[in-house]
């Protein structure tokens, strides 16, 4: 029964490039978040998702930011022209009633 | 807005030391409230969770009580083990409209010597 999966683990992007994250949820849940890891601080909500719909975008930054949770496939979030102050690690999670599964993050690094 | 003040870091401890964490949160409605480990190069790990007032959530020797009169929800564990060192989340979630996203505090890192 495998948890939530993320690819990569390990993402390096020069500054301007494009970045996308996946995350594949728990089998049956159809719920997934997004939260950012800068260093040393704590986790940051970004965007909560169901399929097909984006319930919750208040954590997203208004500018090059986006993520996606298709009918069929991965959620996919997506940043554009990135740039340093955009590496951290991103987690994505899925619920069942009142508990998150975490996966085991993208760590992103601009170069 | 909602939010969670956690005790900062880093702890060191002694093995078999007791442990305290201190959280305190500040929420509209009903929140639950959990802690979350973290490993090296991990993602975050339920540690135990309380759902209503007076509530004690326990798992692996940790214990928390949900405190509604002085929004609080200590992390306590009698005796600490080396593999505990981890970084540790205290997290709320008020579900107030079916989201159950989650307000994290900022983590306290805890480092157990042999």
């Known amino acids: 029964n495998a948890g939530v999966m993320q690819n990569p683990r390990h993402l390096v992007r020069r500054r301007g490039q494009e970045a996308r994250l996946r995350c594949s949820p728990m089998k049956g849940h159809s719920h997934v978040y997004w939260y950012r890891q800068l260093p040393e601080e704590g986790l940051k909500f970004m965007v909560y998702l169901q399929k097909e719909n984006i319930i919750d975008e208040s954590g997203m930054p208004k500018e090059r930011f986006s993520a996606e949770f298709p009918k069929e496939g991965p959620s996919i979030l997506r940043i554009q022209q990135v740039v340093r102050g955009d590496s951290a690690a991103y987690f994505c999670?899925?619920?069942?009633?009142?508990?998150?599964?975490f996966g085991q993050g993208t760590r992103l690094t601009v170069v | 807005g909602n939010s969670v003040t956690q005790m900062e870091g880093p702890v060191t401890l002694s093995e078999e030391a007791f442990l305290t964490i201190n959280c305190t949160y500040t929420?509209?409605?009903?929140?639950?409230l959990f802690w979350y480990v973290q490993y090296p190069g991990e993602g975050l790990q339920l540690l135990l969770k309380a759902t209503k007032a007076d509530d004690k959530g326990s798992n692996k020797g940790f214990e928390a009580t949900y405190r509604k009169e002085t929004t609080s929800f200590h992390l306590e564990k009698g005796s600490v083990q080396v593999s505990d060192s981890a970084v540790y989340f205290c997290a709320l979630s008020d579900q107030s409209f079916g989201n159950e996203k989650l307000t994290f505090g900022t983590g306290t890192r805890l480092t157990i010597i042999p």
């Open positions: 999670a899925s619920s069942r009633r009142d508990e998150a599964f």
């Open positions: 929420a509209t409605g009903y929140p639950s």
